[in-house]
């Protein structure tokens, strides 16, 4: 008998990560490429911070909501479905009591000190002291959940952590992973470092990738290899792998409506990027949305290529660079408009990231700040601006400009138009829609 050659028993595995990345239902693809998902890390970072500030000064108070922190949580739960349902953990629930964050002044200042440890740190081992100081607290109903915090501050160092991610971990190796316990959380995070290291030509170094991958074992949209040595079991799972079984008339509609959303959303951003050319002010277009294709070209034609000194010098700048489009004084370099176009995502994170550009330079002129979106989002505009979470928000007059108002005017606009004067006569202060909601 000839030599025979053993099987790679990770091969079935291979296959799999390759199916759930070529799977356009899958995390991988609806999240994890997803270009909205980087434009939260900064805001989410700084959310944070605030949160912190007002931990330590006294100011947080006894309530999720309304809260800096409720404003942190949403936005990590809108980052689509492996986070849907990220803020359970933080709602105050009263017959419980329970996370006892917000009744225990000692518990609070604990877990503001946890967050600015995270916040701090550079390396892995600082991000597990941290975890270890804070579960010796033994903080009534704060666990692992807080994970997602850390992940959006370090997500090379700190996986995800919710019910389908240890369940999709459990059915793929074997382990006993339980839901609560930091230290078991630990233990997933060393198990998702073994399994990107084995598969790194598959898996980024971004744990969101593996952990979407058990997010979607666990949610039972892929099953698990079987165990090795029952061969019958291997093929079918083989077979039933290749079949595109999830490519259902929904994913495609789902797809459809996802490439329709993208196309509006610059189709917009390229309004607003002529519009601020034919009125004189030189225009940014956000860092990560220059290469879209646009009108026979790309969305960043003509626009800066870089963001002056002395804005890119200011903290915050990160978050500054993400605002969809910015229209500079071509004189003195200054904003003298920012526009977060938000067609169907958080208007949260835009007005996080507008809020880094109006408050990271105390003393300067307050920029001209609009939130665009669809006709039908007036709604979803007056609740976010109203929240405490947003008090500045009202000091900065924050205007709401409805796509339909842009659409009718930005050609007059952009003829007979000066300065900001034709834009802000269409948009709506905060006030003006109170008034018009008022019976």
């Given at each position: 008998m000839g030599n025979v050659t053993q099987a790679d028993p990770d091969a079935p595995l291979d296959a799999l990560i390759r199916r759930w990345r070529e799977d356009p239902g899958s995390t991988y693809r609806t999240w994890f490429l997803w270009e909205e998902r980087l434009k939260n890390f900064r805001s989410i970072r700084r959310g944070i911070r605030a949160v912190v500030r007002d931990i330590e000064s006294g100011t947080f108070g006894t309530q999720y909501r309304g809260s800096s922190l409720e404003t942190v949580v949403h936005s990590v739960a809108?980052?689509?479905?492996?986070?849907?349902?990220?803020?359970?953990?933080?709602?105050?629930?009263?017959?419980?009591?329970?996370?006892?964050?917000?009744?225990?002044?000692?518990?609070?200042?604990?877990?503001?000190?946890?967050?600015?440890?995270?916040?701090?740190?550079?390396?892995?081992?600082?991000?597990?002291?941290?975890?270890?100081?804070?579960?010796?607290?033994?903080?009534?109903?704060?666990?692992?959940?807080?994970?997602?915090?850390?992940?959006?501050?370090?997500?090379?160092?700190?996986?995800?952590?919710?019910?389908?991610?240890?369940?999709?971990?459990?059915?793929?190796?074997?382990?006993?992973?339980?839901?609560?316990?930091?230290?078991?959380?630990?233990?997933?995070?060393?198990?998702?470092?073994?399994?990107?290291?084995?598969?790194?030509?598959?898996?980024?170094?971004?744990?969101?990738?593996?952990?979407?991958?058990?997010?979607?074992?666990?949610?039972?949209?892929?099953?698990?290899?079987?165990?090795?040595?029952?061969?019958?079991?291997?093929?079918?799972?083989?077979?039933?792998?290749?079949?595109?079984r999830e490519e259902t008339a929904a994913s495609a509609r789902a797809r459809t409506a996802a490439t329709e959303n993208d196309r509006t959303h610059t189709e917009v951003q390229g309004w607003l990027r002529d519009l601020g050319g034919a009125l004189g002010f030189g225009v940014w277009i956000a860092a990560n949305d220059v290469s879209r294709p646009y009108a026979g070209g790309k969305l960043g034609d003509g626009c800066l290529e870089t963001l002056p000194d002395s804005i890119a010098g200011r903290p915050g700048a990160d978050a500054v660079r993400l605002i969809d489009v910015l229209w500079l004084d071509r004189v003195t370099s200054e904003v003298v408009a920012a526009f977060e176009v938000e067609h169907t995502t958080s208007i949260y994170s835009g007005i996080v990231r507008m809020l880094d550009l109006a408050l990271g330079a105390p003393g300067q002129a307050v920029t001209s700040l609009y939130l665009v979106a669809p006709d039908g989002r007036e709604g979803d505009v007056m609740a976010q601006l109203r929240r405490p979470a947003f008090s500045r928000v009202r000091d900065l007059g924050v205007r709401y400009l409805p796509y339909g108002e842009l659409e009718r005017h930005r050609e007059s606009m952009a003829r007979f138009g000066q300065g900001l004067k034709a834009v802000e006569a269409v948009a709506r202060r905060l006030s003006d829609l109170d008034q018009n909601k008022s019976p």
């Open positions: 809108e980052q689509r479905q492996i986070f849907k349902g990220a803020d359970h953990a933080f709602l105050w629930k009263p017959k419980l009591r329970i996370p006892d964050i917000y009744e225990s002044p000692e518990n609070q200042r604990a877990f503001g000190r946890f967050l600015d440890a995270c916040v701090c740190c550079t390396g892995a081992d600082e991000l597990v002291d941290a975890v270890r100081t804070l579960d010796r607290h033994r903080i009534k109903g704060l666990g692992p959940a807080a994970a997602n915090l850390m992940y959006f501050l370090h997500p090379t160092h700190m996986p995800p952590f919710n019910t389908a991610i240890v369940n999709g971990y459990n059915a793929l190796t074997g382990a006993k992973v339980k839901l609560g316990s930091w230290e078991e959380y630990l233990a997933l995070r060393e198990g998702l470092f073994r399994l990107t290291a084995g598969h790194r030509q598959l898996l980024s170094n971004d744990l969101g990738a593996v952990a979407g991958l058990m997010f979607d074992l666990g949610q039972g949209r892929f099953d698990p290899p079987p165990r090795a040595g029952d061969e019958a079991a291997l093929n079918a799972w083989k077979e039933d792998l290749a079949r595109v």
